[in-house]
């Protein structure tokens, strides 16, 4: 059980702090006790999430390590890309309802790598697609910021710059392998 105070991540509604844990009676259904979520980047929203239910919605926020640990597996990921458009459609939205973060993290790589290549011949991503990556943005990018202390418009650059960083290490690393090996 979580405590009041605490910031979890409930479903779509993203990163929430638990404002209260009490008893609820709505609709005349059985009274429940309930965790009373405030999310941090909808100022005005209260959610009211049941303690014994839909506990897959809810979890702890992400560390700043295991953010580490899928920035620095994104460049490894293969990409996703589904030629049907329905298909594609359907298996992108079930990664949005119930993925992973490194599977969102790499429906964007995706999606972005896409666009680029849609971009470059004077073409856009369908209009579903544009939906998909903006909501992937919108559950990924706001946690990161969270727990990295930046804002959400941030973090595409952040993630970009340390791939950049760990690119340039492997890089280096294989130069130096190469060149220390002795020739056969």
């Known amino acids: 059980m979580y405590s009041i105070n605490e910031y979890i ?3 779509k509604a993203g990163v ?3 404002i209260d844990i009490r008893k609820e009676n709505f609709e005349g259904l059985e ?3 309930y965790y009373v979520l405030k999310p941090v980047y909808s100022e005005k929203s209260i959610i ?13 926020v992400l560390t700043v390590e295991e953010i580490y640990e899928i920035i620095g597996a ?4 293969k990409t996703i890309w589904i030629a049907n458009d329905h298909s594609r459609k ?7 309802k119930e993925g992973s973060h490194i599977e969102l993290a790499r429906l964007l790589k995706t999606l972005y790598e896409k666009n680029k290549e849609l971009t470059s011949t004077g073409k856009k991503l369908h209009v579903s697609d544009e939906r998909i990556m903006k909501e992937a943005e919108r559950i990924l990018f706001e946690e990161f910021a969270f727990v990295l202390k930046i804002e959400p418009e941030e973090v595409l650059p952040f993630i970009t710059e340390k791939i950049e960083i760990l690119t340039k290490q492997k890089s280096s690393f294989i130069e130096t392998t190469a060149q ?3 020739p056969d």
């Open 9 to 11: 991540v409930y479903g």
């Open 16 to 18: 929430s702090q638990i």
């Open 31 to 33: 009274e429940q006790t």
């Open 48 to 60: 009211y999430a049941p303690v014994d239910r839909n506990l897959n919605k809810l979890r702890k």
């Open 74 to 77: 994104l460049p490894e990921e």
């Open 90 to 96: 359907e298996r992108y939205l079930k990664i949005l």
């Open 180 to 182: 220390n090996t002795p």
